[in-house]
Nanobody, 122 residues
Framework: QVHLVESGGGLVEPGGSLRPSCAASGSIFSRHARAWYRQAPGKQRDLVAVMSTGGMTNYADSVKGRFTISRDGAKHMVYLQMNSLKPEDTAVYYC????????????????WGQGTQVTVSS
């Protein structure tokens, strides 16, 4: 069992940056793929960024070049560096992780955090 807790959301002006983080406890997190999803009001939850256990990454087209997913295995953490934020990035951001093959970038893994709100507004 893995327990995920997000933090680091908040209110930021357009063009600003945030770095939400996700702390994991429980099972062998180093063998888990990790992903970030987001859900805006009235919309479905969408995959934003994903990192396989082998270190490969993939991003939604809407965030490519602006967002970066990273991990700190020793600290059981995963981060989402978000730069050049836009109002349309406003959403609840969820951490997602789970055991899978080394090249799996499909997302929707076994474990979810409770989400952290990111609001981009002037």
């Amino acid at each position: 069992q893995v327990h995920l807790v997000e933090s680091g959301g908040g209110l930021v002006e357009p063009g600003g940056s945030l770095r939400p983080s996700c702390a994991a406890s429980g099972s062998i997190f180093s063998r888990h793929a990790r992903a970030w999803y987001r859900q805006a009001p009235g919309k479905q939850r969408d995959l934003v960024a994903v990192m396989s256990t082998g270190g490969m990454t993939n991003y939604a087209d809407s965030v490519k070049g602006r967002f970066t997913i990273s991990r700190d295995g020793a600290k059981h953490m995963v981060y989402l560096q978000m730069n050049s934020l836009k109002p349309e990035d406003t959403a609840v951001y969820y951490c997602n992780a789970g055991p899978t093959s080394s090249d799996d970038l499909s997302g929707d893994y076994d474990y979810w955090g409770q989400g952290t709100q990111v609001t981009v507004s002037s």
